[in-house]
């Protein structure tokens, strides 16, 4: 299934980042702790090649805790700073804060050696829905940014004074103009990060399902209560929607439900903890 999504706004907001790279002192780059490895913006890595960088691997309440590890890991072996989190929750704070003061520490101090107090600039990057505004909005303790369970919520950027010192700039979701694999783009639609509206989505969810079959079956079968996993995912889909009585009139079933609940359950973790892609040392 080709997947390709990169609508003007993108090109526009591209461009914007090129802009105001100058002017910043660290990036944040927030990736889905599911999917890492689709998550990492190859486009946005070149641009900011030299500058101090933050890897969040957020949604880790969604992804397999050991496997996120070995993620962080991973990134830190190619030298980044890198931390899981999980935004939606308050208590993450601090320890995006320290990270944020480490990075920033070697130019706050040398401009504190010529007597000023650097205001330290931080932009948050990453791809749509990956939890950037939610991170701001964690941050800085109230809702100063839109967030919403559909990517392409942020439009323009939007600087977020948090203290006399730090001043965050959100972003607006960032693609690339052309996935190098089918499985990239496939990875981000199941993760919310593509507009469905330019996907097939019974086509999407059939990968899906043949994902999750091959990792996590158990969890698949519990959710649904399914006695066995067929080869057929279309079979499976069939299944699912008599498991739940999403049946029409005539004994028919309801697939365009089936597809919307399936997708929406695995994005929110309902089907278990599970992290799509593993790292490659
Ligand atoms: N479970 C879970 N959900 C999260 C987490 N962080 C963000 N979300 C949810 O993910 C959805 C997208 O969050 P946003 O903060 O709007 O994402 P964004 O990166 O700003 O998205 P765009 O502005 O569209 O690029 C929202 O429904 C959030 O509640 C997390 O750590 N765990
Ligand atoms: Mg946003």
Same mark, same amino acid.
């Given at each position: 299934?080709?997947?390709?999504?990169?609508?003007?706004?993108?090109?526009?907001?591209?461009?914007?980042?090129?802009?105001?790279?100058?002017?910043?002192?660290?990036?944040?780059?927030? =990736?889905?702790?599911?999917?890492? +490895?689709?998550?990492?913006? *190859?486009?946005?890595?070149? !641009?900011?090649?030299?500058? #101090?960088?933050?890897?969040?691997?957020?949604?880790?309440?969604?992804?397999?805790?050991?496997?996120?590890?070995?993620? @962080?890991?991973?990134?830190?072996?190619?030298?980044?700073?890198?931390? *899981?989190?999980?935004?939606?929750?308050?208590?993450?704070?601090?320890?995006? !804060?320290?990270?944020?003061?480490?990075?920033?520490?070697?130019?706050?101090?040398?401009?504190?050696?010529?007597?000023?107090?650097? &205001?330290?600039?931080?932009?948050?990057?990453? &791809?749509?829905?990956?939890?950037?505004?939610?991170?701001?909005?964690?941050?800085?303790?109230?809702? +100063?940014?839109?967030? /919403?369970?559909?990517?392409?919520?942020?439009?323009?950027?939007?600087?977020?004074?948090?203290?006399?010192?730090?001043?965050?700039?959100?972003?607006?979701?960032?693609?690339? *103009?052309?996935?190098?694999?089918?499985?990239?783009?496939?990875?981000?639609?199941?993760? %919310?990060?593509?507009?469905?509206?330019?996907?097939?989505?019974?086509?999407?969810?059939?990968?899906? =399902? +043949?994902?999750?079959?091959?990792?996590?079956?158990? %969890?698949?079968?519990?959710?649904?209560?399914? /006695?066995?996993?067929? %080869?057929?995912?279309?079979?499976?889909? /069939?299944? @699912?929607?008599?498991?739940? %009585?999403?049946?029409?009139?005539?004994?028919?079933?309801?697939? #365009?439900?089936?597809?919307? &609940?399936?997708?929406?359950?695995?994005?929110?973790?309902? @089907?278990?903890?599970?992290?799509? /892609?593993? *790292?490659?040392?």
């Amino acid at each position: 299934m080709q997947i390709q999504w990169y609508p003007g706004h993108m090109t526009k907001a591209r461009r914007m980042l090129e802009e105001n790279l100058k002017i910043v002192d660290v990036i944040v780059t927030v =990736l889905d702790a599911r999917i890492p +490895a689709s998550s990492w913006n *190859p486009d946005v890595a070149r !641009l900011t090649k030299g500058k #101090e960088m933050i890897v969040l691997l957020n949604k880790a309440d969604l992804a397999n805790s050991e496997i996120t590890i070995r993620w @962080i890991e991973y990134f830190r072996t190619k030298g980044y700073a890198a931390i *899981p989190v999980t935004c939606t929750n308050k208590g993450e704070k601090k320890k995006v !804060l320290t990270a944020i003061n480490s990075a920033a520490k070697r130019r706050v101090e040398a401009l504190k050696k010529r007597g000023v107090n650097k &205001v330290v600039r931080v932009m948050v990057l990453g &791809v749509p829905n990956a939890g950037k505004s939610t991170l701001i909005n964690m941050i800085c303790g109230y809702n +100063a940014a839109k967030t /919403e369970d559909r990517p392409g919520v942020t439009r323009g950027r939007q600087w977020i004074r948090i203290n006399q010192y730090l001043e965050l700039m959100d972003t607006p979701g960032l693609l690339w *103009p052309k996935f190098d694999d089918d499985s990239t783009g496939m990875h981000l639609a199941f993760c %919310g990060s593509i507009n469905e509206q330019i996907i097939n989505t019974e086509e999407l969810c059939l990968h899906l =399902l +043949a994902a999750l079959r091959s990792i996590a079956p158990d %969890g698949l079968m519990e959710r649904y209560r399914l /006695e066995e996993l067929d %080869g057929d995912d279309a079979v499976n889909l /069939e299944r @699912i929607c008599r498991a739940r %009585g999403f049946i029409r009139k005539g004994n028919v079933p309801d697939i #365009e439900r089936a597809v919307s &609940v399936i997708l929406n359950e695995f994005r929110e973790g309902k @089907i278990g903890r599970i992290s799509l /892609e593993q *790292p490659e040392f």
